[in-house]
């Protein structure tokens, strides 16, 4: 069997172990040199599958390369760029498919979440249609945790372990000074559909008087009157209240807290988030002294409480991928599948990617406690093993051993396609 | 020489490190039995000495104590709560007195920054014309490195470092999607009156390509024209601009800029901190796609990532403020001298309280860049060795062990006294 080249590509919302599992394909694809000639890595995701912009992964140092498992962000660059329907778009996936010819690349990775997957499912339709060879895997990542099949999605667990820490952490410092200062701590985490970052933070507290008092998902509709009344309770109870607020939070009308408020003084919408949304009902109903965190990106970029078990499961999607290509799979995705809760177990399967694509896997009802506010057991005992163990990188002068790539171009071969 | 018994109080913001420093007064309490009896600690800082509501440190389980070394926040509860003057508050400075005389407690230790050092530097002198044999240590702590006399404040060099890893990890993040996404990235962080923190997340590059590309301090009055001409400079160059910006950053009339801002629909002032007017700036003057961050609580709590040059300054003031009180010594504080800065090594001197008391020390302007967006070698210099060395707490379950005490106080001895 003739030698071909491998392309993988990272997309949409980067995490802290999307490069441990690039390292684990580029890793797994120089085990089989007899198979895989050149890796080729897209630069800014699909943009440089349709640019023909492809990073040779042969100029890269090998340490470098190794770095990648500690790294966070995606170190080939990633993109927004969602490519629409076949009818609609056919020239892209045409292009990607032409590009993937041109360069001898038979493999082809997409590293991302349910557009990604559905990109790939498309590619490998239309790859055949055209009659050319082109093994699309889809590789799963999100910290959303919204894919289809698989257990979990790689990435989320490290923003579930940054969460439910910072979430003890924070509290533990409102606790020691809420007699005279801070009563009610707001922290709004991502999750803009779907409530498992919030629900993460759970893990902060082994029961209900524990913090986090309050969690606010994106599932339950927001209740002022309910929510100020259990703040009240939480302050009575035990001094202070930690609230956890996912993004997504709506009200009756299903309109975006965050886009429920205020104007400026030049009547643009106001920016803030959630979270000073839901400080300021506290300050106008309770008038408690608060103080809130917005975490943003710092809570999908914390390489340094990644998870042990989101690194694991990351790396094996990596290097599963790889395997199920040079196996001539092609339109399927390697998912994680548990086998025991305690201690986490879990083994690779594969699912087709028309059973991924576009289908959102929200978080089961039974996962969210009956008065709306916190996690159930059995949201506890998903959640628990997906935040154990730590992975820290290496350090030096006291920082984090991060690394940044070369990113050097091959040569293109075909003309200039402009995407946009 | 009899022996006599010793009350240790918290006061103020808590830092990461601050029981680490109480851990370090218990255990260096304990090797001398023959001078002190027991440990007490004030509840909620100088409000538990006021009230005589004392913690009995004997009663709290010995690992207990010793996992205070690896727990955020302030175990013995801390208190916003300054005494005024010796005219106004007289009768409280007496009444800690009181305490401690029906208590037996010869030394007071009172672990915080400058308003408690002038507390404690008031008690000496209350103590002293009253004729009670009161040993009054201040202990430093504070995240915002703003004592006189010390080379660092101990507290300051763990938010340093969590400042300046998650600077480098958001950019990273940016990076990877700034060419279809979000281009530039604000990261809000404390510090009301000096940029120290601020100018911790410097420490995230090397140059001044590097992120964070614009710092914007306190001390330097915010210019929006410019600031917004290195924000559009700086996503030419690198693609993207991350803004780290100090929540005490003022404009030419002296106003707050997070206060600058906008009224909500019911014409309150805006909630939202600084983060999201700078934010709000670049999307009302350059349009490029934005994010933000507020750190708040979670910067000064993140134990899990704590600096161990911080942990270790952080332990040894409390061992010294503990021989400083044997040696008979009154009215002082153990401070850090440096003595070297790669490696970085220190030892401890004594200072007068009077000498810090009300002293508040700003960043030396040679810190700051000409042009006012970023740190120069000095700084570096400086900085750099704080952030030194991890420390990291046990895990459990993939959560730090973190520690609550049962915090029993002991039999009151005098009548009750109302402090508000």
Redesign the interface.
């Known amino acids: 069997m003739p030698r071909a080249n491998l392309l993988y590509a990272?997309s949409g919302?980067?995490t802290?172990t999307i490069n441990a599992t690039a390292a684990a394909v580029i890793e797994t694809a120089a085990k089989h040199p007899s198979r895989i000639d050149r890796v080729y890595a897209a630069k800014?995701g699909i943009?440089g599958a349709l640019r023909e912009e492809l990073i040779d992964v042969r100029l890269e140092r090998p340490d470098a390369l190794r770095a990648l498992k500690h790294?966070?962000?995606?170190?080939f660059?990633?993109?927004?760029?969602k490519l629409k329907s076949l009818e609609q778009d056919r020239p892209h996936y045409e292009r990607v498919v032409a590009v993937c010819a041109a360069h001898n690349i038979k493999y082809f990775l997409y590293n991302g979440g349910n557009d990604s997957a559905d990109t790939t499912h498309k590619l490998a339709q239309i790859a055949q249609q055209l009659g050319v060879e082109l093994h699309c895997i889809g590789v799963p990542k999100t910290i959303d945790n919204d894919l289809a099949v698989t257990d979990v999605c790689p990435g989320f667990g490290s923003v579930a372990?940054y969460i439910?820490?910072?979430t003890?952490?924070?509290s533990?410092?409102?606790?020691?000074?809420a007699?005279?200062?801070?009563k009610v701590?707001v922290?709004e985490v991502m999750g803009r559909h779907a409530g498992w970052i919030a629900a993460a933070a759970g893990?902060?507290g082994k029961s209900e008087n524990d913090p986090p008092h309050i969690i606010l998902f994106p599932e339950v509709v927001f209740d002022r009157a309910r929510f100020v009344a259990a703040v009240k309770d939480a302050v009575t109870r035990a001094g202070y209240c930690t609230v956890v607020v996912s993004e997504g939070l709506k009200d009756a009308s299903g309109k975006f807290l965050a886009e429920a408020?205020?104007?400026?003084?030049?009547g643009?919408a106001?920016?803030?988030?959630v979270?000073?949304a839901i400080?300021?009902i506290v300050?106008?109903e309770l008038g408690y002294k608060f103080?809130?965190?917005?975490?943003?990106?710092?809570q999908?970029?914390?390489?340094?409480?990644a998870?042990r078990?989101d690194l694991l499961v990351s790396s094996k999607v990596g290097e599963a991928a790889v395997k199920l290509a040079l196996d001539g799979q092609n339109d399927v995705m390697p998912v994680i599948k548990r086998l025991s809760d305690r201690p986490y177990k879990f083994r690779i399967e594969v699912a087709a990617l028309a059973d991924i694509a576009n289908h959102e896997r929200k978080m089961p009802a039974n996962f969210i406690r009956e008065d709306g506010f916190g996690i159930t057991a059995a949201a506890r005992r998903y959640l628990?093993?997906l935040?154990?163990?730590?992975a820290?990188p290496p350090?030096k002068?006291?920082?984090?051993g991060?690394v940044?790539l070369k990113r050097r171009l091959i040569a293109k071969k075909l003309p200039e396609y402009l995407v946009k």
Request: hydrophobic fraction near 40%; aromatic fraction near 10%; charge should be negative.
């Open positions: 990272q919302g980067v802290a800014n943009l790294t966070p962000g995606g170190a660059g990633s993109c927004r760029f372990k439910a820490i910072s003890l952490e924070a533990l410092d409102v606790m020691s000074m007699e005279s200062s801070t701590f922290l893990l902060a408020g205020t104007k400026d003084a030049f643009h106001q920016l803030g988030g979270g000073p400080a300021e300050r106008a103080h809130w965190a917005v975490a943003d990106y710092l999908r970029s914390a390489r340094h409480i998870s078990t628990a093993p935040i154990e163990g730590e820290y350090y002068d006291g920082m984090p991060y940044q």
